[in-house]
């Protein structure tokens, strides 16, 4: 009988509709087929879903064309985010002819925005920098690949980030400056006579970043949604870079805005708000400057877009109860293939004073928990910036299932919690979001829920960056330690990550390797191998472009090198950044839950 834990993994799993703009009751999905993620076409009026793709890695990078007649998909190779751009008809099958509708190398993705009439801006990257092409693709089923005309180049890091409901104007987001943190916004033309001339610019200087969320979806209509932080967190303007007319959004909330789109009838605004681990969605008039809250009020939404009606579609999930695709207008919208997900425990919020203020938490307890302190995974998130919500996460279910507390903290550099909060891990890379994590568990230890002799420290990404520095920095605290797909020795992962990342780190310390050193070393978990004591496990993806396979190499060789080296497992995958196929994920988390439980008793 499959445990509820693997079950969890095993459910069906389906992502929020991504309909055509010209044809909405076409959409594009990502849902599971034979225990892999891939891209289907969704036929909104029946319900029906076709699977479209069938990679063995999976498929998860899609959309659809304005008109519905068309899947586009990146191909990249075992999850190495390193590839270029399919499309295939809607309702095709695996087995069906994709095409390669444009005349550009293989390269890392930097955006892709579908206009009307074959408009198709695509975003690319290399060691080389970005780019950004806008193409002119038939709408027929065949034809030589469309040459593009290049729009936007530049040695730092950018991406295409939206498109005018016209395809004549196109937003980049960039880092000229040379800070991917905190991105400046250029509008150009695509038009052939005028293509790559500049419209306007908005920037809004060294540590405040801007977004370019969505242009109004009407003919001749330049206003640009923006993202911007000039009052110490993430909130909104409405934009015109044809006139320079810049209009706040007042939302008279509390939190952050994390992400906006247009109503329809572009009079009114979808708003997603992360506050204290969760995330809201409102509706803000712009004519009358009110904001009504609309959908749940628990749990956490995960994404949401409107409809012409002016439905709206979303995702939503709590610690306890399972993710679903939900419509404003009528309850379910799409149910996931197979089977549902067991339910697991409510999350309880958690408080304790940090070096550098309040720190919140999320603590799941077992349900049958005893009243002594309990053993506890101390799951650390990656990014950094983003954040712990109170949303549905089988791995830490599975934890909770063996009789562990799950403790994941809001740390400084996590979102959600200002501008400040975010950007305060800069000071000490490493070691301030260390200094939280600390602070949370000792009061939690202090209180009696916690037992200090059986505390796992584990994260994945940035987490298991997280989770290998704190087995170094603060030994005397963690009994194991669970790093996946971790940065672990920093200058190698700078020589070996792919160029976007290289721009965050430069971004976040200042510098390159060779410009700051002494900043990487300090940083770097391999400096602090020689005084990891935890039995450690390390998985690590074969072909991540993020978190490369040789820096975890120098990192494991330093270890086992020790003549009192810690006890140290290895789980290597053929994949990249993580893995969307069921038996894979569960052969992780089953590596995880037996490595931690030879070593701590629940």
């Given at each position: 009988?499959?445990?509820?834990?693997?079950?969890?993994?095993r459910a069906?799993?389906?992502?929020l509709?991504?309909w055509?703009?010209?044809?909405?009751?076409?959409?594009?999905?990502?849902?599971s087929?034979?225990?892999v993620?891939?891209?289907?076409?969704?036929?909104v009026?029946?319900?029906?879903l076709?699977?479209?793709t069938?990679?063995?890695?999976?498929?998860?990078?899609a959309t659809?064309?304005?008109?519905?007649?068309?899947?586009?998909?990146?191909?990249?190779?075992?999850?190495d985010?390193?590839?270029?751009w399919?499309?295939?008809?809607f309702?095709?099958?695996?087995?069906?002819?994709?095409?390669t509708?444009?005349?550009?190398?293989?390269?890392?993705g930097?955006g892709l925005?579908l206009g009307l009439?074959g408009?198709?801006?695509v975003?690319s990257s290399?060691?080389?920098?970005?780019?950004?092409?806008?193409h002119e693709v038939?709408?027929?089923?065949?034809?030589?690949?469309?040459?593009g005309?290049?729009?936007?180049?530049?040695e730092?890091?950018?991406?295409?980030?939206a498109l005018?409901h016209?395809?004549?104007?196109?937003a980049i987001?960039?880092?000229e400056?040379?800070?991917?943190?905190?991105?400046?916004?250029?509008?150009l033309?695509?038009?052939?006579?005028?293509?790559g001339?500049?419209v306007?610019?908005?920037d809004?200087?060294a540590g405040?970043?801007l977004?370019a969320?969505?242009f109004?979806p009407?003919?001749?209509?330049a206003?640009?949604?923006v993202?911007?932080?000039?009052?110490g967190?993430?909130?909104l303007?409405v934009w015109?870079?044809?006139?320079?007319?810049?209009?706040?959004?007042?939302l008279?909330?509390?939190?952050?805005?994390?992400d906006?789109?247009?109503?329809?009838?572009?009079?009114?605004?979808?708003?997603a708000?992360?506050?204290?681990?969760?995330t809201?969605?409102?509706r803000?008039?712009?004519?009358?400057?009110t904001?009504?809250?609309?959908?749940?009020?628990?749990?956490?939404?995960?994404?949401a877009?409107t409809?012409?009606d002016g439905d709206v579609?979303?995702?939503w999930?709590?610690?306890?109860q399972p993710?679903?695709v939900?419509s404003?207008?009528?309850?379910?919208?799409?149910e996931?293939p197979g089977?549902?997900?067991?339910p697991?425990v409510v999350?309880?919020?958690v408080w304790?004073?940090?070096?550098?203020?309040?720190?919140?938490a999320l603590?799941r307890?077992?349900?049958?928990?005893?009243?002594?302190?309990?053993?506890?995974?101390?799951?650390?998130h990656?990014?950094?910036?983003?954040?712990?919500?109170?949303?549905f996460a089988?791995?830490?279910?599975?934890?909770?299932?063996?009789?562990?507390?799950?403790?994941?903290?809001?740390?400084?550099?996590?979102?959600?919690y200002?501008?400040?909060?975010?950007?305060?891990?800069?000071a000490s890379?490493?070691f301030?979001?260390l200094?939280?994590?600390?602070?949370?568990?000792a009061?939690?230890?202090?209180?009696?829920?916690l037992?200090p002799?059986r505390?796992?420290?584990?994260g994945?990404?940035w987490?298991?960056?997280?989770?290998?520095?704190g087995?170094?920095?603060?030994?005397e605290?963690w009994?194991v330690?669970v790093?996946?797909?971790p940065?672990?020795?920093?200058?190698a992962?700078?020589?070996d990550?792919?160029?976007?990342l290289q721009?965050f780190?430069?971004?976040l310390?200042?510098?390159?390797p060779?410009?700051?050193?002494e900043?990487?070393?300090?940083?770097?978990?391999l400096?602090?191998?020689?005084a990891?004591?935890?039995?450690?496990?390390v998985?690590a993806g074969e072909n991540?472009?993020?978190?490369?396979?040789?820096?975890?190499?120098n990192?494991?060789g330093?270890?086992?090198?020790?003549g009192d080296?810690?006890?140290?497992e290895?789980?290597r995958y053929?994949?990249?950044h993580?893995?969307?196929?069921?038996?894979?994920?569960?052969?992780?988390m089953r590596?995880?839950?037996?490595?931690?439980?030879?070593h701590v008793?629940?």
């Amino acid at each position: 009988m499959t445990q509820a834990w693997e079950a969890r993994f095993r459910a069906g799993h389906v992502s929020l509709p991504d309909w055509a703009q010209d044809s909405p009751d076409r959409a594009c999905v990502i849902a599971s087929h034979d225990g892999v993620r891939q891209v289907h076409s969704l036929d909104v009026t029946s319900g029906a879903l076709t699977v479209a793709t069938s990679r063995p890695a999976g498929t998860t990078d899609a959309t659809i064309s304005p008109d519905g007649a068309w899947l586009w998909w990146f191909d990249d190779s075992g999850g190495d985010e390193y590839g270029v751009w399919r499309r295939q008809s809607f309702g095709s099958g695996p087995d069906s002819t994709a095409r390669t509708p444009l005349d550009s190398p293989a390269a890392y993705g930097a955006g892709l925005l579908l206009g009307l009439d074959g408009v198709v801006v695509v975003g690319s990257s290399d060691d080389g920098g970005t780019r950004v092409h806008v193409h002119e693709v038939s709408p027929d089923d065949g034809g030589t690949p469309a040459p593009g005309r290049l729009l936007y180049e530049h040695e730092q890091d950018a991406a295409a980030a939206a498109l005018s409901h016209d395809g004549a104007l196109v937003a980049i987001e960039h880092s000229e400056r040379g800070d991917n943190r905190h991105p400046a916004l250029r509008v150009l033309r695509t038009a052939e006579d005028a293509a790559g001339a500049v419209v306007a610019d908005l920037d809004d200087g060294a540590g405040l970043g801007l977004g370019a969320l969505a242009f109004a979806p009407r003919d001749g209509d330049a206003r640009l949604l923006v993202q911007h932080e000039r009052a110490g967190r993430p909130e909104l303007l409405v934009w015109d870079p044809t006139t320079g007319a810049s209009d706040a959004v007042d939302l008279g909330l509390p939190g952050d805005v994390a992400d906006a789109d247009w109503f329809e009838d572009a009079d009114a605004l979808l708003v997603a708000v992360d506050h204290e681990a969760r995330t809201r969605l409102y509706r803000h008039d712009l004519t009358t400057g009110t904001t009504t809250p609309i959908g749940p009020d628990d749990g956490t939404v995960g994404s949401a877009t409107t409809r012409p009606d002016g439905d709206v579609w979303f995702t939503w999930s709590s610690a306890a109860q399972p993710r679903s695709v939900r419509s404003l207008a009528s309850g379910v919208l799409l149910e996931a293939p197979g089977t549902t997900a067991p339910p697991s425990v409510v999350a309880q919020d958690v408080w304790a004073e940090g070096p550098g203020g309040r720190v919140h938490a999320l603590l799941r307890r077992p349900a049958d928990a005893p009243a002594g302190p309990l053993p506890v995974v101390v799951e650390v998130h990656g990014g950094p910036t983003a954040h712990e919500t109170d949303s549905f996460a089988p791995d830490l279910a599975a934890w909770v299932d063996h009789g562990f507390a799950v403790l994941t903290v809001n740390y400084r550099g996590s979102t959600g919690y200002g501008s400040a909060w975010r950007d305060a891990l800069e000071a000490s890379v490493g070691f301030t979001e260390l200094e939280d994590v600390a602070a949370v568990h000792a009061h939690l230890v202090a209180q009696g829920v916690l037992d200090p002799a059986r505390s796992v420290l584990a994260g994945a990404s940035w987490g298991g960056y997280l989770t290998l520095l704190g087995l170094g920095t603060q030994p005397e605290r963690w009994s194991v330690g669970v790093a996946g797909v971790p940065v672990a020795d920093y200058v190698a992962a700078y020589e070996d990550e792919m160029d976007s990342l290289q721009a965050f780190d430069r971004s976040l310390f200042g510098g390159s390797p060779t410009d700051v050193p002494e900043a990487y070393r300090l940083a770097s978990p391999l400096t602090y191998a020689g005084a990891v004591v935890a039995p450690v496990l390390v998985l690590a993806g074969e072909n991540d472009p993020r978190c490369p396979i040789r820096q975890i190499e120098n990192y494991l060789g330093a270890l086992t090198a020790r003549g009192d080296a810690p006890v140290v497992e290895t789980y290597r995958y053929e994949a990249g950044h993580g893995s969307y196929a069921d038996d894979e994920r569960i052969a992780q988390m089953r590596a995880q839950l037996e490595f931690v439980l030879r070593h701590v008793q629940p």
